[in-house]
T-cell receptor, first 110, second 116 residues
Framework: KNEVEQSPQNLTAQEGEFITINCSYS?????LHWLQQHPGGGIVSLFM???GKKKHGRLIATINIQEKHSSLHITASHPRDSAVYIC????????????FGTGTRLTIIP | EAQVTQNPRYLITVTGKKLTVTCSQNMNHEYMSWYRQDPGLGLRQIYY???????DKGDVPEGYKVSRKEKRNFPLILESPSPNQTSLYFC???????????????FGAGSRLTVL
């Protein structure tokens, strides 16, 4: 079983819809990153969180450490949100090892 | 502008010809790391460094070397490249100290390497 699983793998939605992407993991972590990779390949870090909830514009990330689950939400989705979203686990062994999910490909249709 | 700069962005080389991919950051970040991205396998960590002269292996270090002689630079060295090292490589950095809001990763633009 993979240490980190993302769902769904692919998601297509209409512009304006509320989007939820999930990340479940099976190991202890110190924090979790959410990354966005655009079709051109560039990667942008959206959030790093170790508890609770963070919000930036239309993006909201939540994490429940006890349930080993994190979600990324996009409100009022827009075609420019089309990208691959990747969660990455930061090891809790005091080092900086990162384990990546396989990503969720999001397509927003105008 | 705060950024991570990788060079070269694209490279085609042949088996066994040593090459170095450079990575430089201008944010005084303690942490730097290299990743490779392959279809179906996603991103995997190669090596990382938590400060000058401190490096450690990630999940796929075989065939790679790194060094961290200065805080701003973290080159990735392929001593004898092989075709299975054909991949898209990313360097990233982040602050380990300071307010937690500053701790997100900053990625370079990526280096596409082809080994024939």
């Amino acid at each position: 079983k993979n240490e980190v699983e993302q769902s769904p793998q692919n998601l297509t939605a209409q512009e304006g819809e509320f989007i939820t992407i999930n990340c479940s993991y099976s190991v202890g972590i110190s924090a979790l990153h959410w990354l966005q990779q655009h079709p051109g390949g560039g990667i942008v870090s959206l959030f790093m969180l170790s508890s609770g909830k963070k919000k930036h514009g239309r993006l909201i990330a939540t994490i429940n450490i006890q349930e080993k689950h994190s979600s990324l939400h996009i409100t009022a989705s827009h075609p420019r949100d089309s990208a691959v979203y990747i969660c990455a686990l930061l090891s809790n062994f005091g080092n900086e090892k990162l384990t990546f999910g396989t990503g969720t490909r999001l397509t927003i249709i105008p | 502008e705060a950024q991570v700069t990788q060079n070269p962005r694209y490279l085609i080389t042949v088996t066994g010809k040593k090459l170095t991919v450079t990575c430089s950051q201008n944010m005084n970040h303690e942490y730097m790391s290299w990743y490779r991205q392959d279809p179906g396998l996603g991103l995997r960590q190669i090596y990382y460094s938590m400060n000058v002269e401190v490096t450690d292996k990630g999940d796929v270090p075989e065939g790679y070397k790194v060094s961290r002689k200065e805080k701003r630079n973290f080159p990735l060295i392929l001593e004898s490249p092989s075709p299975n090292q054909t991949s898209l490589y990313f360097c990233a950095s982040r602050a380990l100290l300071g307010p937690s809001g500053a701790n997100v990763l900053t990625f370079g633009a990526g280096s596409r390497l082809t080994v024939l």
